[in-house]
Structure formats: structure tokens, C-alpha cells
């Protein structure tokens, strides 16, 4: 979910879990969302989208769900590897608006 | 496609120096932004260009910060002077259409103001 402060919400899971990662959104009019990935070093990489006309949608082991009456998303991975271990962000565009805003991010640990 | 290009990679200056950052959005792509990252902000959005125009700038923290983009396939932003509080990841990236979809993030320029 969110962060305040310096320090990231940190998930750990193991090797072939499923992991779920959480973002509350701050506005009822977000009208679009998508979750990012980062890895060290490296600038944010797209992983899936959803409009607000869904409520699921799923990728390559990925599966976004989003819940509008409490402003909620989430990314549920599907057998966590090793290569999954970043920082998660989710991002929302309210009412068409070209200027994303960015969650703080969830950091991911998968343990071999 | 090489992706967004960003250079440099690594930049250390000291503070009062002018520092310039460059970017090379995907070609074909007509939307460019600007981003900063910190530990204590997150991914704060500076500017966003769009068919070479500056669509908005509102998140720019000052008259020190300028971005340019002379061309399609090329834009600097520049921070002159630079001062501490300026040390951080700066990310390009450029997407197709208006800007919402998909963004297509570069490397970064991890920049430290001494």
C-alpha cells in the first residue's frame, strides 16, 4: 500500500508464492490506473493497466483488480520468482488527465 | 528499439554549477516527461512536452529548473544553479498519443549536488 516517511512497505514472500501488493488511491474521479515495476537501477517498467469501467484484468501471471468503492487496486502475482524482487508503483490518471500520480511503491523480496 | 536514452548516467557536480540532463524519447512517440525521484518525495512529475510543447510545467520547483525540446527526438532539462537539495534520480520518458497509456521510462540520471 502507501508510505509515509523514508521507509517503503516491504513484502516478503518465497519462491513460488503468490504475492499480492496493495494501493489505496486518492481519487474517487481516477479514471484509469497501472502498475509499474522498478527494478534497481533501472527506470519504472510498465506491467499491466486497468480503466474504470473494469474490475479485473489479467496478464502473463499478473492480475490487477480494482475496487472502486473503497479506492483500492491491487497486483496479485502469480508464482513469485526471483527475477519479481523490485518496487512496485501504482500510478492513476484522474478524468483523462495526462499527468500520472505516482503511489510511493511496495517493495517486493522473493527469497530463492 | 533502444528505448529512451538518458545521459549521463551519473553526474556529480558541486553546488552552483549548471547541470544538464538529456534525454532521446522512443522514436515514433510524441508525449515527453520529466520526473524526479527521492526517497522522501517518490516519482514527482516536472514537465510534460507534448509535440515538442510544453504542455505543463507546473511541477518545476523553480526558476533553477528550464526544459527544452528542440526537436522530436531530443530535450534537456537543466538546472542552473544547482544546489544539495537537487541530488536525485531524473527520469525521461515518453509515450504515444496525449500521455495516458503506457510510459516508457529511461535508465535515469542519478545526479549529486555536493
Known amino acids: 500500500g502507501e508510505s509515509v516517511g523514508l521507509h517503503l512497505p516491504t513484502l516478503s514472500v518465497q519462491e513460488g508464492d503468490n504475492s499480492i501488493i496493495n494501493c489505496a488511491y486518492s481519487?474517487?474521479?481516477?479514471?484509469?490506473f497501472i502498475w509499474y515495476k522498478q527494478e534497481s537501477g533501472k527506470g519504472p517498467q510498465f506491467i499491466i493497466d486497468?480503466?474504470?469501467?473494469?474490475d479485473k484484468r489479467q496478464g502473463q501471471r499478473v492480475t490487477v483488480l480494482l475496487n472502486k468503492t473503497v479506492k483500492h487496486l491491487s497486483l496479485q502475482i502469480a508464482a513469485t520468482q526471483p527475477g519479481d524482487s523490485a518496487v512496485y508503483f501504482c500510478a492513476e490518471n484522474i478524468g483523462g488527465s495526462y499527468i500520472p500520480t505516482f503511489g510511493r511503491g511496495t517493495s517486493l523480496i522473493v527469497h530463492p | 528499439d533502444a528505448g529512451v536514452i538518458q545521459s549521463p548516467r551519473h553526474e556529480v557536480t558541486e553546488m552552483g554549477q549548471e547541470v544538464t540532463l538529456r534525454c532521446k524519447p522512443i522514436?515514433?512517440?510524441?508525449?515527453l516527461f520529466w520526473y524526479r525521484q527521492t526517497m522522501m518525495r517518490g516519482l514527482e512529475l516536472l514537465i510534460y512536452f507534448n509535440n515538442n510543447v510544453p504542455i505543463d510545467d507546473s511541477g518545476m520547483p523553480e526558476d533553477r529548473f528550464s526544459a527544452k525540446m528542440p526537436n522530436a527526438s531530443f530535450s534537456t532539462l537543466k538546472i542552473q544553479p544547482s544546489e544539495p537539495r537537487d541530488s536525485a534520480v531524473y527520469f525521461c520518458a515518453s509515450s504515444l498519443g496525449q500521455g495516458i497509456g503506457e510510459q516508457y521510462f529511461g535508465p535515469g540520471t542519478r545526479l549529486t549536488v555536493t
Open positions: 486497468i480503466r474504470s469501467n473494469m
Open positions: 481519487n474517487s474521479a481516477s479514471d484509469y
Open positions: 522514436s515514433g512517440h510524441n508525449s
